[in-house]
């Protein structure tokens, strides 16, 4: 009689022991896209103590759970968009737990913004005008969208301004600034006057432009190279909204002359006469 | 007299304890350079990179671009297990990281861990200054394991846009296109 018992306290232990199967709930709302934010997703289910994550392709969100009789509701803790696309609903309960994929989609995409990066920055116009621009679109949510048919992506190799200065990609965004410098000068004019007070000649160079029309560059070093005497000096000077000038004491009974030049563009030599 | 030096006495043991709270050094996170980042550097997967762009990157940007994917992917799914958006944030821009800190609810303990077996990434485009690449990631294999050990391995395909960014490549917007279930041991 004992054994009896004691096989019996045996065989309901481990009958108490084995884990219940908890039946999957029936996901009662349930579409072909899970549009975000969702209102609210029902569950049919007779169980309680569910805890309910969808897994999107980046995190794991947990959802506000209410359980009610024999129903189950979920709702999103942030109501916000999500990264789209597939991903995964997951319930569980004491060990046990159900997946269903689903399909997310925003309801409200937010502000979707045209991307459009510029490469290389500077450009130098002697070297080209070419730039390349790489395109997409981005809405609030990281999600890339369609740019053109059925392509997300798109680039190609533009020609810029020849016009020297600072433009933006995108005028609302000044990281998306890119930068058209001037090149080197084309043509440099030399003019001289004599100023009789401090008895030397002023030689001054004005409006060095480059190929496109552009004024170059401020601080381009513009090199003036003149003889006296059957020995040759230089000067430097930096060159200043496009001109410099320079000046030269007379020697009386020697003929000076002058040209200059900025990098490989060289003016005319000039006779300084009084 | 004996007062006085036992004021003097509370005095001074103050004092010395309040200017050793003081100079006490305060816990400071280390800069990223100084850091071992284990995630990533355990992460390991198979990327092929086909380049379709017209600019190409060389040798040296690929291998950069193909070291910064690896972690990129290991920390993508450290985040999908433990939800540590903190533990990759070198690898998200500021964009990325925003939109993970809106939708975080609370770190928790895996439940479903993630493993990439294989990347068949599609260089798109490849920007002349080498700091903007758009690729197609396609055939992604997925493995998901569960918490009852059953599997479930899928393919997928992914656009991504990464920036350089800091030292690295970091994910700046992406599309989950699709995933389709190829392997489930519960079946």
């Known amino acids: ?274 | 007299m004996l007062r006085i030096l036992f004021i003097l006495f509370i005095t001074l043991l103050t004092m010395f304890l309040y200017l050793r709270g003081r100079v006490q050094h305060k816990a400071v996170e280390l800069p990223v350079f100084l850091k071992v980042d284990h995630i990533a550097r355990n992460h390991k997967t198979e990327i092929d990179i086909k380049i379709l762009s017209d600019i190409k990157p060389d040798t040296i940007e690929l291998i950069r671009l193909r070291k910064d994917y690896s972690f990129l992917w290991g920390h993508l799914n450290n985040l999908y297990t433990t939800n540590d958006i903190k533990a990759g944030k070198e690898y998200y821009t500021e964009a990325v990281f925003r939109l993970l800190a809106k939708n975080y609810t609370e770190k928790r303990k895996g439940l479903i861990n993630r493993i990439d077996h294989k990347h068949e990434v599609n260089i798109i485009d490849w920007s002349v200054d080498g700091l903007v690449c758009t690729l197609i990631d396609s055939n992604l294999l997925f493995t998901y394991e569960y918490p009852d050990e059953s599997i479930k391995t899928t393919q997928a395909n992914i656009a991504l846009v990464l920036l350089f960014q800091g030292d690295h490549w970091r994910i700046d917007a992406m599309r989950f296109l699709d995933e389709k279930e190829i392997i489930n041991s519960k079946n």
């Open chain 1, 1 to 274: 009689m004992v054994r009896v018992i004691l096989y019996c306290l045996l065989i309901s232990g481990a009958l108490s022991c084995q884990k219940q199967t908890i039946e999957k709930p029936v996901f009662i709302n349930q579409s072909d896209s899970l549009f975000v934010p969702f209102g609210e997703l029902i569950f049919q289910t007779d169980q309680a103590n569910w805890n309910a994550i969808l897994y999107t392709v980046f995190q794991p969100i947990e959802l506000n759970v209410y359980e009610g009789n024999d129903s189950l509701i979920l709702n999103l803790k942030n109501e916000t968009g999500l990264v789209e696309g597939p991903a995964k609903l997951i319930l569980s309960s004491e060990g046990q737990f159900f997946e269903y994929p689903v399909h997310i989609k925003n309801t409200d995409s937010g502000e979707i913004s045209s991307i459009d990066y510029r490469s290389s920055k500077t450009i130098h116009v002697d070297y080209g005008l070419s730039q390349q621009r790489i395109l997409h679109k981005i809405d609030e949510f990281r999600n890339i969208r369609l740019f053109k048919g059925d392509d997300y992506f798109y680039s190609d190799i533009i020609t810029v301004s020849s016009n020297a200065g600072i433009y933006r990609a995108d005028p609302n965004i000044s990281l998306s600034s890119y930068y058209v410098q001037p090149g080197q000068s084309v043509n440099i004019q030399l003019s001289y006057t004599f100023d009789r007070q401090k008895n030397s000649f002023v030689i001054t160079t004005v409006n060095n432009r480059d190929q496109y029309g552009n004024t170059i560059s401020d601080g381009t070093i513009i090199s003036f190279i003149y003889s006296i005497d059957n020995k040759i000096y230089r000067e430097e000077k930096a060159i200043l909204d496009g001109g410099a000038k320079t000046s030269i004491p007379d020697i009386p009974n020697e003929t000076i002359r002058i040209y200059a030049m900025i990098n490989n563009t060289f003016s005319k030599t000039i006779k300084l006469e009084k």
